[in-house]
């Protein structure tokens, strides 16, 4: 168990810039969770993936990000005309979800500041 | 929807001393309530979690309660350490595996 991998670890940007970040689920995990985390609060949901399928996304996500999981596996996230308040910690987290259901584990996240 | 309300928001006890952490949820479908330790710079890591078909669940120097009427749990940690120190979110979700939403999270630190 490699556990979650999330890049880079950092990314440090200009306003107005696109900004794209990958996540490796564990590899037997069907679903991938992002969540936002600034500081001094705890994880707010973005959104899921069961396999490659995007199930719920949520209102804090604007139509600036996008999500993707094309084949099941891997995820990306992506920011577009990306603006300061964008800045805070994007976690991943992955889930064997179904009968044999397991909590969910988190990468170390990647550090986004845009400058 | 679901809101998780955690407090306090820093907790400073001594070494040797026991800290208790109290969250209350909203959502009464809720039924899986973990508890996640995050260290400076590092990932949430599960500690404990419970079900809601259980009151109760302990690990060693951590415990766990529930208390479905009032809709609170809480998390306690006996004999605390310095290594205890770090950030604590309670979270609440409809199902295990399923979309966790967290408190605010507790500061704990541990004097030596």
């Known amino acids: 168990d490699t556990g979650v991998s999330q890049d880079p670890r950092h990314k440090i940007t200009k306003r107005g810039q696109n900004v794209t970040f990958r996540c490796d689920p564990i590899?037997?995990?069907?679903?991938l969770y992002w969540y936002r985390q600034t500081l001094g609060q705890g994880p707010e949901f973005l959104t899921y993936?069961?396999?490659?399928?995007?199930?719920?996304k949520s209102r804090l996500l604007s139509d600036r990000f996008s999500a993707e999981r094309p084949k099941g596996s891997f995820s990306t996230l992506e920011i577009q005309r990306t603006e300061q308040g964008d800045s805070a910690m994007y976690l991943c987290?992955?889930?064997?979800?179904?009968?044999?259901?397991?909590?969910?584990?988190f990468g170390n996240g990647t550090r986004l500041t845009v400058t | 929807g679901e809101n998780v309300e955690q407090h306090p928001s820093t907790l400073s006890v001594q070494e040797g001393d026991s800290a208790v952490i109290k969250c209350t949820y909203s959502?009464?479908?809720?039924?899986?309530f973990p508890w996640y330790k995050q260290e400076l710079g590092k990932r949430p890591q599960l500690i404990i979690d419970?079900?809601?078909?259980?009151g109760e669940k302990k690990d060693q120097r951590i415990a766990v309660t529930l208390n479905k009427t009032a809709k609170h749990f809480s998390l306690h940690i006996t004999e605390t350490q310095p290594e205890d120190s770090a950030v604590y979110f309670c979270a609440a979700s409809k199902g295990y595996g399923n979309k966790l939403v967290f408190g605010a999270g507790t500061i704990l630190r541990v004097k030596s």
């Open positions: 419970i079900r809601s078909n259980v």
């Open positions: 993936f069961q396999n490659e399928a995007q199930l719920e």
């Open positions: 959502d009464s479908a809720s039924n899986y």
């Open positions: 590899s037997e995990h069907n679903r």
């Open positions: 987290a992955s889930t064997l979800g179904g009968p044999s259901n397991s909590p969910l584990h």
